[in-house]
């Protein structure tokens, strides 16, 4: 079974930085997107950031594009999010996700994911 788990999720000023982190294990596939999503209260989920085996490439949404990276380290089967000049409107529940991909290309809508982590809270506050 694929299983993912994030964590790093805390609480941080406005203009901080933090880290998240999603172990994976499971993974039959040969071909895959993994991403960092996120909702807000009240709000759709959305994705930030996320990265295509189909095409070696990263994806980031506009609202987080030079100040989030999405990072792997294949050999821990680990994927990072790391999150740098944080504002109010990137509070949200964070979540890793990941499927099997046939193509590559833009890999940040929710609903092309089947395997979910549970989520992990970040709220940014002055």
């Known amino acids: 079974d694929v299983q993912l788990q994030a964590s790093g999720g805390g609480f941080v000023e406005t203009g901080g930085s933090l880290r998240l982190s999603c172990a994976a294990s499971?993974?039959?596939?040969?071909?895959?997107?993994i991403g960092w999503f996120r909702q807000a209260p009240e709000k759709a989920r959305e994705g930030v950031a996320c990265?295509?085996?189909?095409?070696?490439?990263?994806y980031y949404s506009d609202s987080v594009k030079s100040r989030f990276t999405i990072a792997r380290d294949k050999a821990n089967n680990m994927v990072y999010l790391h999150m740098n000049s944080l504002k109010s409107e990137d509070t949200g529940v964070y979540y890793c996700?990941?499927?099997?991909?046939?193509?590559?290309?833009?890999?940040?809508?929710?609903?092309?994911?089947?395997?979910w982590g549970q989520g992990t809270l970040v709220t940014v506050s002055s």
């Open positions: 499971g993974f039959p596939f040969a071909h895959y997107a």
């Open positions: 990265f295509n085996s189909g095409d070696g490439t990263t």
């Open positions: 996700a990941s499927d099997f991909v046939r193509d590559g290309g833009d890999c940040l809508t929710a609903d092309d994911y089947e395997y």
